[in-house]
């Protein structure tokens, strides 16, 4: 490789990994921040529906639904092959443990809370812009009822936008299994994961590489619901097993890739061309998206008639995904791969941030979306003050505390 390249690669610490990180979990929090503005979101269905609905808002919602968590759950694998090294089985377990599954015991009742209070809120007052004469919603009343009803149970267990933590426990499971299946049945000399580990390394050494490896999960969207995208598997203790299944393997890659580390330089090599591959890409299936598959009297379906459209749709999004998350990691491990105080204060902070964004972005929500304005500055008093509080709240409550150590360990 050129040593342009590699003068970037991290020495002690993968900071550009650390930006890839922070920047998908921060994309996540604009996600979450701009949708009271997108058409397609039914009213009702979030906490409050703006009446500014900009080709610009829709396009930005959809186009960061396409590569983001695939970054995330790519980088987690990477990231936990190399505690997994590190510590062990049983102590990576009571890592994950601490890291994961607590924080999600810890912070859901309290978002969910939040989310209820909300949402009732947010509904009212939308109610009481279209009609005086509804009655006010009481949002304790409403509380209790959704959580004591069983409604919940029926309709699937409500993770909210926790629902990444609780994934990944499904996949460390899911892992653990599968690699203790191979080291003492199927593969005891290690032949089989060397021979799928050279294979990757050869797929990632040419330029099309991620277009191969996208061909797994095009089947997987095939299988998706919404044609959103991979489903949010939000619902149910049991999640949605094809979204699962797009998930665990971007995780695979990711700790795979950990065990060809010295390979990481490719994709800062075709960052270029990944990312002109995957913006047209993004750009078509965007298009389709907006002007094909999503009808607002039908919502997100094409029918059965247009089926060979629908079949191209799916197929060009795997690859989008997969293109365009190639060239986002390799231009941030181009860019941020140098020490960086800064990106690894984002990369700790993020976390605690994307934890409980919602409920912030929210109420910024309800706030702005009876104002006669223009929808930038809107957008503006949503997504400023809400960073803001997130930052400092941080920097000042939770990083030199037991949060912050339960969340990113010892500073």
Known sequence: MTNTIVKHLPTSRYYGLDAVRACALMIGIVFHGIESFVSF???MVWAVKDGANPVFIDSFFFVSHVFRMQAFFLVAGFFARM?????????FIIHRVKRIAVPLIIFWPLVYFAIV???SWGIHKQRMMADSSVQPIDIFQTSKNTLISGQWLSAGFPWTHLWFLYTLLWIYTLLL???????KWVDTKGKVRSSVSNFFVNIIQKPGGSLVLALPTIPLMFMMKNKFGVDTP???LIPYLPSLAVYFYYFSLGWILHR??????????YRILNTVIGTVLIVIVTTMFLSIVYDPTLGLSLGTSFAWLESAYNTLYAFASMTAMFGFIGMMLFYFSNEN????FLADASYWMYLIHLPVVVFFQILVAPLDIHWIFKVMLILIPSFVLLLVSYRFLVRFTWVGKLLNGKK
Do not use: C, M, Q
């Open 41 to 43: 979101i039914p009213p």
């Open 260 to 269: 060809n580390a010295p390979f990481i330089e490719i994709f800062t090599k």
């Open 177 to 183: 299994a599968t690699r203790a299946l191979f080291e």
């Open 341 to 344: 105080s800064t990106i690894r």
């Open 234 to 236: 939000d619902h149910g």
């Open 117 to 119: 209070i909300l949402w």
């Open 83 to 91: 505690v997994y090294l590190k510590l062990g089985t049983s102590p």
